[in-house]
């Protein structure tokens, strides 16, 4: 079965730092591209930014460029999504999701996301 | 503000036909593909149209997108209560390269 599976959810404290982690199975890992979403509660899909699992080549939203840092370790078919300094508005479900290629590019499996909630 | 505008909410009764509208720009929808994304309370977004008008397997035909310059919509018809979730539009964007930009979804509610 094709899937992500996202890590657990993870309660913060401003100022804190956090890696969440998104594993890929069931597909070649190293051929797609994974793309990071976040849904602040009770809002929309905003898209956060997206790497290369080969190469690891990232694009950034401007909105969360500088931000968050994107990765991925192929060798053990995981991306990645960080941030140095967390601050409660990065309270939020933040989706992995892979772009596919018999979908025209679309995001066709995503991960099941993972809670962050930051507070003092 | 999302690059892509839907209207917030869409309703309708059992059995009726539902649109939802997707507007965008030259440099998203007007150049690049339309996906819809239907999420449903508590999950994680699926895909159930892309390249515009094609459905995954296992979508039902009940569900048809299509695009027309700069606009794209969902077309959800013989509304079921299990079509209740909030629906996104998305395609990528040329302004920057590899971006994808979203549209603020719409609400479809069954009465």
């Known amino acids: 079965e094709v899937q992500l599976v996202q890590s657990g959810g993870e309660v913060k404290e401003p100022g804190e730092s956090l890696k969440i982690s998104c594993k890929g199975s069931?597909?070649?890992?190293?051929?797609?591209?994974i793309g990071w979403v976040r849904q602040m509660s009770g809002k929309g899909l905003e898209w956060m930014g997206i790497?290369?699992?080969?190469?690891?080549?990232?694009r950034y939203s401007p909105s969360f460029e500088g931000q968050v840092l994107i990765s991925v370790d192929k060798s053990i078919n995981t991306a990645y999504l960080q941030w140095g300094t967390l601050k409660a508005s990065d309270s939020a479900v933040y989706y992995c999701a892979r772009r596919g290629y018999t979908t025209g590019e679309a995001f066709d499996i995503w991960g099941q996301g993972t809670v962050v909630t930051v507070s003092s | 503000q999302s690059a892509l505008t839907q209207p917030p909410s869409v309703s309708g009764t059992p059995g009726q036909r539902v649109t939802i509208s997707c507007s965008g720009s030259s440099s998203n929808i007007g150049n690049n593909f339309v996906y819809w994304y239907r999420q449903l309370p508590g999950m994680a977004p699926t895909v159930v149209v892309y390249k515009n008008n094609q459905r995954p397997s296992g979508v039902p035909d009940r569900f048809s997108g299509s695009k027309s310059g700069t606009s794209a919509s969902l077309a959800i018809s013989g509304l079921r209560s299990e079509d209740e979730a909030d629906y996104y539009c998305a395609a990528w964007d040329d302004s920057l390269s590899g971006h994808v930009v979203f549209g603020g979804g719409t609400k479809v509610t069954v009465l």
């Open positions: 069931g597909y070649t890992f190293s051929n797609y591209w």
């Open positions: 790497i290369y699992a080969r190469d690891s080549d990232t």
